[in-house]
């Protein structure tokens, strides 16, 4: 009996062990190569992966990885804060609740920031390459937006809290062109009765 328990402990603690190594070389394990050295003060919302490995996050945070960043950092692929990308978002108190990214490589955001590098901006605003604000989209939006999605065509369907859009009556959800207006052939009737936080596009 005593060496039953004996190769029955021994045989446990050889499964456990594989278990155990096979686990930690499993894809979604932790990456200690990437490193956002304390990444951010205050709470991350979204993230979007750029073409190049480059990582966009939007939040509630005023500084990542020990660097001043007000709502929204990038950094390099391996965690390190790009101190070049400059975006100074919104007001004490605001969010960057949604990204996405065109093909051409800006970034949308949407949350409930009411300005963008200074510059009135409510809601939603388009990011040039290098963070700064790209002052030929102007969009207006009535309330606060939580999901945006880049259509393969281009065309933009915004998720939220609004009630118009560009001045048109439109609850909760929307499509703009690439340029930002309203897309009327994209018509939700009276639309919904509440928050849209979240949208797929299914182009099947």
């Known amino acids: 009996m005593t060496h039953s328990k004996k190769y029955v402990s021994i045989a446990l603690a050889i499964t456990c062990n594989f278990v155990i190594n096979n686990l930690i070389a499993q894809p979604g394990t932790l ?3 990437f490193n956002t050295s304390g990444g951010a003060n205050s709470s991350v ?8 490995g480059m990582i966009v996050v939007g939040g509630a945070f005023s500084a990542f990885g020990g660097a001043s960043a007000n709502l929204i950092a990038r950094m390099f692929p391996n965690g390190a804060p790009d101190i070049a990308f400059n975006a100074t978002v919104g007001v004490v108190g605001a969010n960057v609740i949604c990204m996405a990214l065109q093909a051409d490589g800006k970034l949308l955001i949407g949350g409930n920031f009411t300005s963008v590098g200074g510059v009135p901006q409510a809601y939603l605003a388009r990011l040039n390459t290098d ?7 102007a969009p207006t939006i009535s309330l ?3 999901s945006i ?11 939220g809290q609004f009630a118009l859009v560009n001045g048109v009556i439109r609850h909760g959800i929307a499509r703009l062109t690439p340029a930002g207006l309203l897309d009327t052939s994209f018509n939700p009737g009276s639309g919904f009765n509440n928050t849209v936080q979240d949208m797929v596009f299914d182009a099947n």
């Not at 999605?149 to 998720?159: C, E, H, K, R, Y």
């Open 31 to 33: 990456d200690p190569a």
């Open 131 to 137: 963070g700064s604000l790209d002052t030929g989209f």
């Open 144 to 146: 606060f937006l939580y």
């Open 45 to 52: 919302y979204c993230a979007v992966v750029q073409a190049d």
């Open 149 to 159: 999605v880049v259509q393969p065509d281009g065309n933009i369907l915004v998720g």
